[in-house]
């Protein structure tokens, strides 16, 4: 297994969540990596990205709420959602960027209640 995310689940609106997906080494120290989300209905948009050397990119709609981070040493990326709002709610991927297609984990459900 490439990538393995753990985290989700439900919280209410203003919440907090943390996800967190684990890289295989030969992969991680090399790797664009990535957290993806799909609400139903809609396309699989780009959330947060972190490069091997730490430059960090979100997506408008996150800016201010969510921090994406990564743990060399325990080849994990993490995504830390704060102010959470219903329409954060989604399947959350993580991803990693090396050459060639990128790696998908599985999917996490995060549900943000009203």
């Known amino acids: 297994v490439q990538l393995q995310a753990f985290g989700g689940g439900l919280v209410q609106a203003g919440g907090s969540v943390r996800l967190s997906c684990r890289a295989s080494r030969r992969i991680f120290g090399v790797a664009v990596m990535n957290w993806y989300r799909q609400a139903p209905g809609n396309q699989r948009e780009l959330v947060a990205s972190?490069?091997?050397?730490?430059?960090?990119n979100y997506a408008d709609s996150v800016k201010g709420r969510f921090t994406i981070s990564r743990d060399n040493a325990q080849n994990t990326v993490v995504l830390r959602m704060n102010s959470l709002k219903p329409e954060d709610t989604a399947v959350y991927y993580c991803?990693?960027?090396?050459?060639?297609?990128?790696?998908w984990g599985q999917g996490t459900l995060v549900t943000v209640s009203s």
């Open positions: 991803n990693a960027v090396v050459r060639g297609p990128p790696y």
């Open positions: 972190i490069t091997s050397g730490g430059i960090t």
